[in-house]
């Protein structure tokens, strides 16, 4: 008995034959057909392994070209497997995916490109290779409703971009992003229950760095945080990597790092490849678990900041430049992820030259590789480039880099919290002036051996990171922070198991993060430190709306310019949150330098006061 999709393949290959026209499919389409949802194009096409004689991966092409009106968007697909694999493992198939994310409501028409031919896959020309019969040319059609979706999931917002300002937004609503989230476990996708997933051994580790334990990661303090609603995968797996995810979302985070290869790095346990000795052909099973986890991810509105390298292996793919390797490692990650609403693309980890990895890729090499990235991936991308934390290396390597048009930010790592405030005006205006404004992140903190203790150390270190890190950062017009913990600390960058270790850390950081989001025009206001006499005040002014973040806490004169104005004056708690508080003055009337008195109580704390006009 024929089954189905042998029998639609030779109807096909006869209509072909005989009319020696293109046809029309009705690929089986997966996925709601709603606006920012997956939809998943499903084709029958040559039946093959990850570890055949063929190379699906590279020696196959496949993607399909969506149009809506004047929209065109050309989207590459992937090899599959049996179309199952998160599930069956498998690592042969005839199955063959595209993933596409629509932007519009309404019809939209497809034309398949289906070639084959030596390393087609990174061959950018459309007719290299030869025609994979019958799909090759094939059209269909869909219709997309709305999506009905709210809250923090993304599909309610649309995708994360950049628009040339200081600040991500969503394309959807228009609604601006600031971040927060985890910086740490980095192999966050050094996950147990992931298939083909081990650590290499022990090897070398630089000075400096966390060391792993024995096993790869459990995440089990977690496992109660997973819900009969949630995903997981082969009867049950996956559910304590899920839950984890659940904890930091309730927590109120929006962003988690990962690196997605860490081959000769530090922890050696996270690769896509089907083997770390390997790469031109990878896991397909693999992938589409990390696939169940992305998709939670963004449904939970948890940002998915991809690191494709680290300083160590910065050069493991053709020696730092883009060739084969590291097109055919992009393209793949972009096929197969890159489809997801909101994602950081940070190219590498400690990236370029510097005392310990003097190896590192150059500013050529830095360039071709972000502009792969950013002209290959069809959807509007985040790119960043993570830095050294000493300022000398940090300069050296980013500034030929300001006014690329194709690198959207630095992702900081800075050695000196108290720098944090300074080093984020400095980089906004430098990429200003260049003529490309980036988006300016603290992603990891100094010192390494510490970053951000957890909360049962004694005298941790989060009221200092709380003050000139994460105040700092936002209160000079930065786009948010991610947070390291260090590869001395109990919960450390390669071991941690449990987020529940940093609490209170993410309590204050969803504190700053509402803040801004409900009570500032953040996104029209610039920092102006020089408005009070404090050195050590951050103060973020717009159109009679100032923000002044006092770390020691008391009072500020603020200059409030020659104009009369009639201003009122709150308070906010930066270590509870919670609603805005009245103080000792409640109103200032005039112009000129005037003082805004004092909060009610706790007044050698922190505290953040909002004066604005009545």
């Not at 609403?341 to 190219?347: F, H, I, R």
Request: hydrophobic content about 30%; aromatic content about 10%.
């Amino acid at each position: 008995m024929i089954i189905r999709d042998q029998y639609l393949l030779i109807i096909c290959i006869l209509s072909v034959l005989i009319s020696g026209c293109k046809q029309s499919t009705d690929a089986p389409l997966s996925g709601e057909l709603k606006q920012w949802h997956k939809v998943t194009l499903t084709l029958p096409g040559p039946e093959l392994s990850e570890s055949g004689a063929e190379n699906p991966f590279l020696d196959y092409r496949l993607q399909a070209t969506f149009t809506h009106g004047d929209r065109e968007i050309t989207v590459p697909g992937f090899y599959a497997a049996d179309g199952n694999a998160s599930e069956t493992s498998a690592s042969s198939g005839n199955k063959w995916q595209i993933r596409f994310r629509p932007n519009a409501t309404g019809k939209w028409d497809y034309q398949i490109s289906f070639r084959t031919g030596d390393r087609i896959a990174i061959n950018d020309s459309a007719g290299a290779g030869s025609a994979v019969a019958p799909l090759d040319g094939t059209t269909g059609s869909f219709t997309v409703g709305p999506s009905d979706k709210t809250g923090r999931d993304f599909r309610a917002k649309g995708r994360l971009i950049h628009s040339d300002e200081r600040y991500l937004k969503f394309a959807g609503t228009d609604d601006y992003f600031l971040k927060g989230g985890a910086d740490s476990p980095e192999n966050f996708l050094a996950y147990y229950q992931f298939d083909n997933t081990y650590r290499m051994g022990e090897g070398e580790n630089r000075s400096g760095e966390a060391r792993t334990t024995d096993q790869l990661h459990h995440y089990g303090p977690h496992a109660d945080d997973w819900s009969p609603d949630d995903p997981a995968w082969q009867n049950g797996k996956g559910k304590e990597i899920i839950g984890a995810l659940n904890y930091l979302a309730s927590k109120g985070m929006n962003s988690v790092y990962m690196l997605t290869m860490n081959i000769e790095g530090d922890g050696k346990d996270v690769w896509p490849y089907t083997d770390p000795a390997e790469r031109r052909r990878f896991d397909v099973s693999k992938l589409d678990q990390w696939e169940v986890v992305f998709d939670h991810m963004q449904q939970l509105g948890l940002m998915i900041h991809f690191v494709t390298q680290e300083t160590e292996n910065e050069r493991l793919l053709d020696d730092g430049d883009t060739g084969l390797q590291r097109k055919l490692y992009y393209r793949e990650l972009i096929a197969r992820f890159g489809h997801h609403l909101a994602v950081t693309w940070n190219m590498g980890e400690e990236n370029g030259p510097a005392s310990f990895s003097p190896n590192g890729q150059n500013t050529r090499q830095q360039k071709d590789m972000i502009h792969y990235i950013k002209t290959h991936n069809p959807y509007p991308s985040f790119v960043v480039l993570h830095t050294h934390s000493a300022p000398h290396s940090r300069y050296e390597i980013m500034s030929p880099l300001l006014g690329f048009e194709h690198l959207d930010g630095p992702s900081i790592q800075i050695g000196n919290i108290m720098n944090a405030h300074s080093e984020t005006k400095a980089w906004l205006a430098k990429s200003d002036s260049a003529g490309r404004q980036w988006v300016v992140n603290i992603d990891e903190i100094g010192p390494a051996s510490r970053g951000v203790d957890p909360d049962f150390v004694e005298n941790n270190n989060q009221d200092s990171v709380r003050k000139y890190v994460l105040w700092g950062n936002l209160m000079a017009g930065g786009g948010g922070v991610e947070w390291y913990f260090g590869y001395d600390n109990p919960h450390n960058d390669l071991n941690n198991e449990n987020w529940r270790a940093r609490d209170r850390m993410w309590d204050y950081t969803h504190y700053a993060l509402s803040f801004f989001r409900d009570h500032l025009p953040f996104h029209e206001m610039q920092s102006a430190d020089s408005l009070t006499a404090a050195e050590d005040d951050y103060v973020l002014a717009g159109d009679s709306i100032y923000a002044i973040y006092l770390p020691r806490g008391g009072t500020a004169d603020l200059d409030i310019g020659d104009a009369e104005k009639s201003l009122s004056i709150h308070w906010y708690n930066p270590r509870t949150g919670g609603t805005l508080q009245t103080g000792s003055v409640e109103t200032i009337r005039g112009s000129g330098i005037q003082n805004i008195g004092r909060p009610s109580s706790d007044q050698q704390q922190d505290w953040v006061a909002l004066v604005r006009g009545q």
